[in-house]
Structures are given as C-alpha cells and as structure tokens.
C-alpha cells in the first residue's frame, strides 16, 4: 500500500477540526462530573465500555497515512502506537505486529455478523428485563414510569428475543429463563446480528480499539451512531426519564413498537455501512488476515 504523507499544515487543520467536533460531546460530560452527577442517556458511552474523554478527543489519521512533523508532537499521540522517524510520525509496525491476532479475530467477527440477516422485532425489552421482579435496578436515580405489572405484562405479550450476551447478562434472575436463547460469552461468534442495538453500538467500542488503524472519522462516525442509538435504547426503557427531556417510545403499545421496529431497520443500515468501513480498514493493515467461514 503506498503510503500518504500529509503536510503539517493539513494534519494541523484536521486535527482542529475533530477537535471542535467533539468537544459538544465531551464538555456536558466533563461538566456533570465536576458537580458529581450523571446522565443515564450520555454517559453510557464513557463508562460502559469505558472510553475516557480523552481518548475521543485523540486524533487519528488512519492506517496508510503519515504525517510530516516535527519530533516533539509525537507526545500528542498514544504512546505505544505511534513513532517518529524520518521527520514523520506514522503507526509502528511492532504495534501493528503485536495487535495482529486481536484485529483479525475482530475482522472475522464483524465479517460474520455483517453477513447474518438482520433481526428485528425484540422491541427494545432488554432494558426492561434487565428491572423485571426486582427491586434493584440498573438507574436507581430514575423511577419506573410502568409497574412491575405492566413490565410483565408487556413481556408476556410480546417475548423477550435478545441475541446480545452484554445486555442478556444483566437480565434479572425472573426474566433470564424466558429469553429463548440462554445467552453465553462463547455465543457472540455465533448469534451476534446486525440488527441489534447494542451490537451497532458496540462499533464505537472496536471503532476506539483500533482507532490508530480506522481513523478519527471512523471513530466520530460510530460515536454519533451509538449515542443516537443509546437515545432511542433509553426512549424504549420503563424508566421516567421526562426531567432529562427525553421521550418515551412506548413499547407496550402497538405504535410504539412499530416506531421502534422502523428505528432499529434505520440503524442496521447506518451500522452495515459503519461495519464495512471497519472492515474494509482492517483488511488494508492486515493484508494477510484470513477470514474464518
């Protein structure tokens, strides 16, 4: 692959650029945790995973691409990842060597979940397995908006169908037996699918680990697709988040499901072209990878 050199003066300006794109997303953050307080909606993506402020306002250029500068600014990229030689600094190729079995088991995994049919219909019920017939929830901070009733009565009507181990995995001890698939770590290789939400919301998770190779529009463009994700994810929940301004998508009606069913046909779309981005950039670092059928 031939390499692309760019000026100090264009690697300045983009680096700028991202920064005054993230910074909407970051500051809020960094905000609420000077006054000790915490959002359920938009710090999900800095503490579940977690993936620090700073981490999204590192810039990347991209696998292939090499920046003319000078020897001090390597400080301002991970140490580890990158190096200067020749009045450049460009990725090492021994942290390249040494996240090879790492990039191509995830190149696999993306390939096999991008090639399997999206699955819709679960309407979002993870979140309110995750509070059925208990009296400990997730967001303690926020109320019900739905009785314990109502909570079963909807999963009873419309059955729970989660393919997604991290959100099964936080199921309460009454709601786990009646997801039909009993869900293990060793089964995201096998079920994990395209149209789930928290499966299209973990690009930015592999988007970050990687992010030396996929580059900062890569990584902006899974961010923006998980938050809007995480927004619709906490929309459908049973929690009473109205003082956040965030509106219910009311599962338990017909309506509602079937503005959720068309929000989640949105996202698999975004996210197939996300994970073919992801792919195609790992099949450029690592050439050699084979993908396992």
Not at 64 to 84: C, D, K, V
Request: net charge neutral; glycine share 4%.
């Amino acid at each position: 692959m031939t390499e692309e050199i760019l000026p100090t003066e264009i690697w300045h300006k983009l680096r700028a650029e991202h920064k005054v794109k993230v910074m909407p997303w970051i500051t809020p953050r960094l905000e609420r945790r000077s006054r000790h307080e915490s959002h359920p909606v938009d710090d999900f993506l800095f503490e579940y995973y977690p993936i620090s402020t700073n981490k999204l306002l590192t810039w990347h250029a991209g696998f292939g691409i090499s920046l003319a500068a000078a020897g001090f600014e390597l400080e301002a990229f991970p140490s580890g990842s990158y190096e200067f030689a020749d009045s450049k600094i460009r990725i090492q190729s021994e942290w390249l060597t040494k996240n090879q079995e790492a990039a191509t088991n995830l190149l696999n995994f993306l390939t096999q979940t991008q090639q399997r049919p999206v699955r819709s219909g679960c309407f979002g019920l993870h979140e309110w397995a995750m509070v059925l017939g208990s009296d400990d929830v997730r967001h303690e901070k926020w109320p019900l908006r739905l009785s314990q009733k109502q909570i079963r009565a909807t999963i009873d009507e419309v059955g729970l169908r989660c393919t997604h181990f991290d959100a099964f995995r936080f199921f309460t001890p009454t709601a786990a037996p009646l997801n039909p698939l009993q869900l293990t770590p060793i089964d995201r290789n096998e079920v994990e699918q395209p149209g789930c939400l928290h499966a299209n919301m973990d690009l930015y998770k592999h988007a970050q680990r990687f992010a030396p190779i996929f580059g900062s529009n890569i990584v902006r463009a899974a961010f923006t697709l998980a938050k809007d994700i995480r927004t619709v994810d906490m929309q459908t929940a049973p929690y009473d988040l109205a003082d956040l301004g965030v509106i219910p998508i009311p599962v338990e009606t017909q309506s509602g499901r079937e503005e959720f069913a068309n929000r989640q046909l949105q996202f698999a779309s975004r996210a197939q072209i996300l994970r073919t981005a992801l792919i195609d950039a790992l099949k450029s670092a690592y050439v050699l990878a084979e993908i396992k059928g």
